[in-house]
């Protein structure tokens, strides 16, 4: 009789044991691929940035960046007469992402089109300034460029640039069939919401600098892929802007007198040497210019996103496919300030042998379909 009271238990035990380990076996996690797929499609990027038979690469390259296009806009000014004159260039963009319309000119102000986009036009800068016109999307391919340039006015240069501003990539870039953990998914987000300047301070990166009347230009070292932030002090109101590589532009207005720092927003850029140009267009120079260089790691990006109010473990944890969705659909109704929809985060097919780098990635042409969760 005890014999049996004992068995009862024990096969009890058994059963819930059993019962743990198939629960355990049949959670779902998402790879980076996914996330990078349901990232780009939340914001509705997909139809203008994602050409008719994407790659993954096509997904990383919308959301990382890195690419950059100088364009040779030929000697226009023979053939610039006292009229306006417009003129047309088809740009082979080879990798789709977020462009921004960077150009240097100087008079009146001179109007750019890019495909069936809203036509933008330059400030008036009769000094000659470097500008940002804003962001274009554009899937690899050919655009159409169309310039107006008016009498009086000139353009120097023109670049599209999809490099380093707002790179949105887990540390390291994206691996597509690696398992997305929290502390790559609180990385893509913080950069997403544009809240990564709210990461703290690790360390200031030295610099060289060249002074001239009202410029100066910093030269610096990254070791890896940090996001930075400059920090501008200033005894009394001035404005002007910071451009970095001759790919980003940062403006700048300080109004307020006193020594308190003006930080730029943070931009994450890639290893290797850099070139900060700061050049003041009124008021006065700063008096300090310091290089940040934030806490990116992935605990500091998971600390954020608790403090924010998503759900998170630890970094170094897969995401189950269940919290991944929920938090996708916070994130996007944070960032389009809309009720949170059902966006879909799917899976891409995972092979589970050797993941491949972002360099194999560059001719990675896999089609993304058809998606679905995996099982670890």
């Not at 709210?198 to 001239?212: D, K, N, T």
């Not at 730029?264 to 210019?289: C, D, E, W």
């Not at 659909?329 to 899976?347: C, H, R």
Request: aromatic letters at 10%; hydrophobic letters at 40%; charged letters at 15%.
């Amino acid at each position: 009789m005890k014999v049996r009271h004992l068995i009862v238990p024990i096969l009890l035990i058994f059963a819930d044991v059993f019962l743990a380990a198939s629960t355990a076996q049949a959670v779902q996690y998402v790879s980076q691929g996914a996330w990078a797929v349901a990232l780009v499609r939340g914001r509705g990027w997909e139809k203008k940035g994602i050409p008719p038979q994407p790659s993954l690469m096509d997904y990383f390259d919308l959301l990382s960046g890195r690419n950059f296009i100088n364009v040779n806009l030929r000697d226009y000014a023979t053939r610039l007469g006292t009229m306006p004159d417009t003129l047309t260039y088809d740009v082979n963009v080879v990798h789709s992402g977020r462009y921004r319309l960077i150009v240097y000119v100087s008079g009146n102000p001179v109007l750019f089109t890019l495909d069936s986009d809203p036509t933008v036009a330059s400030s008036i800068s009769y000094g000659g300034n470097y500008e940002d016109l804003g962001t274009f999307i554009l899937m690899r391919g050919i655009h159409r460029l169309s310039i107006t340039v008016p009498s009086g006015g000139s353009v120097v240069a023109l670049y599209l640039s999809s490099f380093a501003q707002d790179a949105i990539q887990p540390k390291g870039g994206w691996m597509a069939n690696k398992v997305l953990d929290y502390g790559a998914e609180a990385r893509t987000m913080a950069i997403s919401m544009k809240d990564a300047d709210r990461l703290p301070v690790r360390a200031q990166i030295p610099s060289a600098v060249r002074v001239g009347q009202n410029i100066r230009e910093f030269t610096f070292q990254l070791q890896s892929d940090p996001v930075i932030r400059f920090s501008l002090t200033f005894q009394g109101p001035s404005k002007g802007y910071v451009m970095v590589d001759n790919s980003i532009v940062v403006p700048y207005t300080f109004n307020a007198d006193g020594a308190n720092p003006l930080n730029l927003r943070a931009i994450n850029l890639g290893a290797g040497p850099h070139t900060a140009y700061l050049k003041v267009l009124s008021g006065q120079m700063p008096s300090l210019f310091a290089i940040d260089q934030l806490d990116d790691s992935s605990e500091a990006c998971v600390t954020l996103m608790r403090l924010l109010g998503f759900t998170m473990g630890m970094a170094y944890q897969p995401v189950p496919y269940t919290i991944a969705s929920a938090t996708l659909n916070g994130l996007m109704a944070q960032i389009t300030k809309k009720p949170a929809g059902k966006v879909s985060l799917e899976q891409a097919p995972v092979e589970k042998t050797k993941l491949p780098s972002q360099t194999v990635l560059r001719t990675y042409q896999e089609s993304i379909s058809p998606m679905r969760p995996f099982e670890e």
